[in-house]
């Protein structure tokens, strides 16, 4: 992991800034925010060429160490070398992945109700992590 915290209290409607850039040769990073490592809301995950996905960002959460259901966003808004600002919140119902020029939402499977886990992985150079 490039980036890893834990102990964070994040609650509904606050916001998880990520700053950073895409490294040139990037093949995949990933922003997972949950309760810790085996518990995530979401594995928020862009592959440019991993496991077999071409510019592909594929998002899950995970229980207990078990992945959940796959969900393959259509919009790739991520080039190599980019700088760029991840922000994430959350509500009752779901997770929120706001970008520069795109959003996403993913489904709160878990019923989270607060973040406490943060982990950027991959080709991804953290520049600032904000708490809003
Ligand atoms: C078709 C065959 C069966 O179906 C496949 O089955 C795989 C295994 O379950 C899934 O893959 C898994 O999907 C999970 C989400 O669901 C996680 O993403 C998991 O990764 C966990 C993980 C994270 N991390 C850290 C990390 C994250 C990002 C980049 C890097 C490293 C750098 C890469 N840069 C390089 N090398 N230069 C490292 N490590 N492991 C991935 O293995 C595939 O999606 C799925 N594909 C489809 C189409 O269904």
Same mark, same amino acid.
């Given at each position: 992991?490039?980036?890893?915290?834990?102990?964070? !209290?994040? %609650?509904?409607?606050?916001?998880?800034?990520?700053?950073?850039?895409? /490294?040139?040769?990037?093949?995949?990073?990933?922003?997972?925010?949950?309760?810790?490592?085996?518990?995530?809301?979401?594995?928020?995950?862009?592959?440019? !060429?991993?496991?077999?996905?071409?510019?592909?960002?594929?998002?899950?959460?995970?229980? !207990?160490?078990?992945?959940?259901?796959?969900?393959?966003?259509?919009?790739?808004?991520? /080039?190599?070398?980019?700088?760029?600002?991840?922000?994430?919140?959350?509500?009752?119902?779901?997770?929120?992945?706001?970008?520069?020029?795109?959003?996403?939402?993913?489904?709160?499977?878990?019923?989270?109700?607060?973040? %406490?886990?943060?982990?950027?992985?991959?080709?991804?150079?953290?520049?600032?992590?904000?708490?809003?």
């Amino acid at each position: 992991a490039c980036y890893l915290s834990g102990e964070l !209290d994040v %609650e509904p409607g606050e916001c998880i800034k990520v700053k950073g850039k895409i /490294q040139s040769d990037a093949k995949g990073f990933a922003v997972n925010v949950g309760k810790d490592s085996s518990t995530l809301m979401l594995h928020f995950n862009p592959r440019f !060429d991993c496991h077999g996905d071409v510019n592909t960002i594929v998002c899950n959460s995970k229980e !207990d160490g078990v992945w959940g259901e796959e969900d393959r966003k259509a919009d790739f808004p991520f /080039q190599h070398g980019d700088k760029t600002e991840i922000c994430i919140s959350f509500d009752e119902a779901e997770a929120t992945v706001k970008l520069p020029e795109a959003e996403f939402k993913f489904p709160n499977r878990l019923g989270m109700e607060k973040i %406490e886990y943060l982990a950027v992985e991959g080709d991804f150079k953290v520049k600032a992590i904000k708490f809003s």
